[in-house]
């Protein structure tokens, strides 16, 4: 198949992006009209520079690149000269058997390191594999001036590369593998050039087609922005000289036999990337093909070969291929009985795709307030920028060799920190929230809004500053266009993009140590440095700032409050208006009649515990980071990690002319090393992201990186079964005790965590299930049964009244002694709202029903927010002196003639992120219609959650199990 057809074939996948014509005359260009442009280099400038839209390359544009490279639009220009290999040359080591007859210390070589060597020959470890750079006049004549001033808007740099062994006797050595093109555009990023990517089939980097297509791509900025520059000029950001085009020798050479950077990740694993294509289903796919119809292209094997790529692409997830549980193919039964049926997926939006439509980036002045993760990946993420050598923070497990990414936005990304944008169940309880108080429902949203989408919310604010304009979830479905989009409705795009992104990299690394651990900045509160400075953990002496402040205006530099648990407290604190169901207004926000409420007191829960690591005189003391980011790793648990933090270009890679001097570049390993691991147990959201990937917009993997790696998703899944079963409590159970015709059973539970547990959202609650078994392992007696849907059963296995209590009379107390089996020993918060009624409304908690969860370990009556963190008895009676802080003794009287026979007596801590009355709210239960798209969508998931082969099987987690025989 010609370059062309393959080209035009992967346009066709694009095409289903071009949905509206807008502006000027190429406007009026629809796709399947592009491959019949004669794309000359005049007529492709003119039409790359149509509109910018920093967000996103239209895929008009994408499809234009592809067929300027794939035609060879750019034969004729100026190129590089390699004299000894026909103008290829190489981008970094390469290893030929042929070149090297003996070792590299002149020794002969023996058969074992001859057997090596073949089995490395044809190898290469280059980051653009074997290339020939073609460039533009205006890059040319700036070569040739000295590479002073700035590269003129719309000059381009083709890199086009070829597979990487031109001895191999498959592959011809001339045979291209893609194009990577840098066109300069400097009105739309700080870095100034459009980015584009695009391998063809059988490449040896992805194996798949891959198209991609950014500006300000962080992934190439890695690299790309540790070049040098004259003092007081603009860097261009190429590493391009002279010297190639002049043809004065070949920069890279042959290396022996076993290179140091060869690595055991495969670089050649099967990536089923989409690029710019995000595609999310297989009508998207189908439309491509109508689109091939419309243009009536007749050739047979052109139209098999699309069919087959269909067909394959169409069967594979928008994450790439999934090694997570497949959700139900029918609802669950369970969850149907008690929630309802969904309206299906036409019922909700999925949400945009977060690897294009989340790329918010610096514009050419510099940084906004905030600017979205994916600026922060190319650097901080196991990016694989030469050939086979493993990046930094990749850790592997020695003994089953699996290797983990141990980066920050490797592990951020997968945390519910990184997610909180798009966590399905956030959204849920924010219409619920919305449908109960519509008269001022965009008000809500904006307060709301201001913790899960703080970058998007606070950013909109500041751009729209004097405004009465409010926030809302609107923004979370906007994309950036597939068309070009006019400037004015750009910043929509951006506001989405941000807020999609969480809690993300520049919420916590921007925030001042000003009011921090004070109210003020309680409830998302806190304050920010001006745009263009982030604070990390290590002394500025030990930072190197080069790559940042040239790719993205943004100057690194030390900033104690990073490691200060008052700087999490600031979003873990979170005080609320208490509002009626009826008649609040939006003054009701700043003098709230009912006054206010703590919903969340995870930080000042800390305060008041033995963990407390404010005061000096604590041995004991633990930051939050000691548990949430964790120095080590389970392979080597008491080994403190030392990483360099960032994968960039540095004096390590082979020499090239026109980068930065080696010391300002080349980062050194840091002591202190945390990752962002951020988990907590909310295993059933992480299993919610897993299995719905396409819906709710995420991807398994990203292009760039060691794709061998453990599946970030995976990772922190494990990691939070890890904390839930060594760092959340400790349980015992002591032998029996004849008492009165009774046999009874003590539970000792000790809680580990350094708040109250369960702690943060008031919803979450644990549960002892305790049970006397026979020889034969069947229940004699038991309490904390559940269904397969989470819901604790009585004696009759029918739920027990008070799962679905309306009124606080009917919950479960908290209990010394269990003696039936109709009661649970149930950690919880359980509040009224101002009509008395039990509600997991955030802006409805009036009144304490209930608060038994258990506290931290030194917690005191006298001590810091006592008051504020007290238990609460059944009933609302406010315990402010219980009698053991930090532990918990449940005794289980059971009828000696009931369990007779029994011989072993279990006990298990059971915990519920989301329990099954909190999810009968969000369906109706809290008196609303319990209808909406985000409801609809929580539904769906409810209802299609495939658990039964997770820890989570049953909607609970079995934190810890302890038993004891008689």
Aim: neutral net charge; proline residues 8%; glycine residues 10%.
């Amino acid at each position: 198949m010609t370059f062309r057809a393959v080209t035009f074939l992967l346009v066709l996948f694009a095409s289903f992006q071009l949905q509206a014509q807008t502006g000027k005359d190429w406007a009026k260009v629809a796709i399947e009209d592009l491959a019949h442009i004669d794309w000359t280099y005049d007529v492709l400038k003119e039409y790359l520079l149509f509109r910018p839209d920093a967000q996103s390359v239209p895929a008009a544009k994408v499809a234009a690149l592809m067929l300027f490279t794939g035609a060879g639009g750019f034969e004729g220009w100026v190129h590089d000269k390699a004299p000894r290999s026909g103008d290829i040359r190489m981008t970094g080591p390469y290893v030929d058997l042929s070149a090297v007859p003996s070792m590299a210390d002149g020794k002969p070589a023996d058969a074992a390191q001859v057997a090596t060597f073949a089995a490395t020959a044809g190898v290469g470890y280059m980051t653009h594999s074997r290339v020939r750079l073609y460039y533009s006049p205006g890059v040319v004549s700036w070569l040739e001036g000295g590479r002073k001033g700035a590269i003129p808007d719309g000059e381009m740099i083709v890199k086009q590369m070829y597979f990487d062994n031109p001895a191999s006797p498959s592959v011809p050595p001339t045979q291209i593998a893609g194009w990577a093109v840098m066109f300069k555009d400097s009105r739309v990023t700080k870095d100034g050039w459009l980015w584009f990517l695009y391998f063809l089939p059988g490449n040896p980097t992805f194996g798949v087609p891959f198209v991609a297509a950014q500006y300000g791509l962080s992934f190439c900025l890695s690299c790309h922005a540790g070049t040098e520059h004259d003092p007081g000029q603009i860097n261009q950001m190429t590493f391009a000289d002279i010297s190639n085009i002049e043809g004065k020798g070949e920069q890279y050479t042959y290396v022996g036999p076993s290179p140091s950077i060869i690595a055991t990740s495969d670089k050649k694993a099967f990536y089923a990337g989409h690029g710019t294509l995000d595609i999310n289903s297989a009508n998207d796919l189908k439309a491509s093909l109508a689109a091939l119809k419309a243009v009536k292209v007749k050739d047979p094997k052109l139209i098999k070969a699309i069919e087959e790529m269909v067909a394959t692409l169409a069967a594979t997830k928008a994450g790439g291929p999934s090694v997570f549980t497949l959700p139900l193919a029918a609802p669950n039964p369970a969850t149907v009985a008690l929630y309802g049926t969904s309206g299906g997926k036409s019922s909700f939006k999925n949400f945009p795709g977060s690897l294009f439509a989340d790329h918010v980036v610096p514009g050419p002045d510099g940084p906004a307030q905030f600017e979205a993760s994916d600026s922060c990946r190319g650097c901080h993420d196991i990016s694989a920028l030469l050939g086979g050598r493993d990046p930094a923070m990749l850790a592997t497990d020695p003994a089953t060799a699996k290797q983990y990414n141990l980066s920050p936005y490797g592990e951020w990304s997968a945390s519910i920190m990184g997610l909180a944008g798009r966590d399905p169940i956030f959204h849920a309880q924010l219409e619920s929230e919305r449908a109960m108080r519509p008269e001022i429902a965009d008000n809500i949203s904006n307060l709301c809004l201001s913790c899960h989408q703080v970058m998007g919310q606070r950013q909109f604010h500041l751009d729209n500053k004097g405004s009465d304009k409010l926030f809302t979830s609107k923004y979370t479905y906007v994309s950036p266009s597939s068309t070009f989009l006019a400037p004015e409705n750009q910043s929509p795009a951006r506001w989405g993009g941000l807020a999609r992104d969480g809690v993300s990299c520049l919420v916590c690394h921007q925030v001042t140590p000003e009011g921090l651990g004070d109210s003020s900045t309680f409830t998302g509160k806190f304050n920010v440095a001006a745009p263009g400075s982030v604070f990390g953990p290590f002394a500025d002496a030990d930072i190197k700032p080069y790559y940042m402040e040239q790719a993205l205006g943004i100057k690194p530099k030390q900033g104690a409050q990073i490691t200060s648990s008052a700087l999490c407290g600031s979003c873990h604190t979170i005080v609320l208006p208490i509002l009626p169901r009826h008649g609040a207004t939006p003054k009701d926000f700043k003098n709230p009649p009912l006054g206010t409420a703590h919903e969340q007191t995870t930080y000042l829960e800390w305060l008041n515990s033995d963990y407390n690591d404010e005061r000096p005189d604590n041995p004991l003391g633990r930051s939050c980071a000691d548990c949430h980011m964790p120095a080590t790793f389970e392979t080597n648990p008491k080994q403190p990690l030392e990483f360099t933090i960032a994968n960039v270009e540095d004096e390590n890679f082979p020499p090239v002319p026109n980068r930065a001097e080696g010391s300002l570049i080349t980062p050194v390993p840091k002591k202190g090393y945390r990752r962002h691991t951020l988990v907590a147990l909310n295993g059933v959201a992480q299993n919610m992201f897993q299995q719905f990937a396409t819906e709710l917009g995420v991807t398994n993997t990203n292009p760039g990186t060691v794709l061998t790696a453990v599946p970030r998703l995976q990772l922190a899944a494990e990691e939070t079964i890890r904390m839930g079963r060594d760092q959340t409590v400790r349980l015992a159970v002591g032998k029996p005790e004849t008492v009165d015709g009774n046999l009874e059973v003590a539970v000792q539970i000790e809680n580990l965590a350094g708040h109250k547990f369960p702690s943060g959202v008031g919803f979450r609650r644990a549960f002892i299930r305790f049970g006397a078994f026979d020889a034969g392992g069947s229940v004699l007696w038991q309490s904390g049964s559940t269904d397969a849907a989470g819901v604790i059963l009585g004696p009759d296995a029918k739920p027990l009244p008070s799962e679905f209590a309306q009124t606080c009379d009917k919950i479960q107390p908290d209990y010394k002694v269990v003696s039936s089996e109709s009661q649970v020993q149930i950690f919880s918060e359980r509040v009224a709202n101002n009509e008395g009624k039990l509600t997991t409304s955030f802006l409805g908690i009036k009144t304490h029903c209930k608060d038994n969860r258990m506290l931290p370990l030194g917690w005191k009556p006298n001590g810091p927010n006592a008051k504020i963190t007290a238990p609460y008895a059944k009933g609302g009676k406010q315990i402010l002196n219980p009698k053991n802080p930090g532990g918990k003794i449940v005794s289980y009287r059971m009828p000696l003639a009931q369990v007779a026979n029994a011989v072993r007596f279990e006990a298990t801590l059971v915990y519920q992120s989301i329990p099954p009355f909190y999810l009968k709210d969000r369906f109706g239960a809290d008196g609303t219609s319990g209808k909406g798209p985000s409801r609809e969508r929580l539904k769906y998931m409810v209802n299609h959650l495939n658990l039964a082969e997770t820890p989570f099987r049953g909607w609970g987690f079995d934190v810890v199990t302890a038993a004891s025989a008689r």
